[in-house]
């Protein structure tokens, strides 16, 4: 399944950016979608996720309170950055996991956050 990102940009700290990816394709109803990032030289780490009914939201603690992620369909999902801040920069990958794959990545949009 292709994932399509798009959103990403050059904010300063503080500002607002939202994110927004789709798959191309029609996908399982059961399936959770989210967001990784990866900053220059790091891991690439969880940043949110849920699940196609929209219960139940995961975030990680970095994020917790500045992001909402949410979904509009089954093959939809964004995510809302407010407050934003120089550490929040990296490109931000689109995640799709159903039951029968191991988990799709979209190529990834970049979100640059000046101080």
């Known amino acids: 399944v292709q994932l399509v990102e798009s959103g990403g940009g050059l904010v300063q700290a503080g500002g607002s950016l939202r994110l927004s990816c789709t798959a191309s394709e029609p996908i399982p109803s059961m399936n959770v979608m989210g967001w990784y990032r990866q900053a220059p030289g790091k891991q690439r780490e969880l940043v949110a996720t849920?699940?196609?009914?929209?219960?139940?939201p995961n975030y990680a603690d970095s994020v917790k309170g500045r992001f909402t992620i949410s979904r509009e369909s089954a093959y939809m999902v964004y995510l809302q950055m407010n407050s934003l801040k120089p550490e929040d920069t990296g490109v931000y990958y689109c995640w799709l996991k159903t039951l029968t794959n191991f988990g799709d990545w979209g190529q990834g949009t970049q979100v640059t956050v000046s101080s």
């Open positions: 849920v699940a196609a009914s929209g219960d139940s």
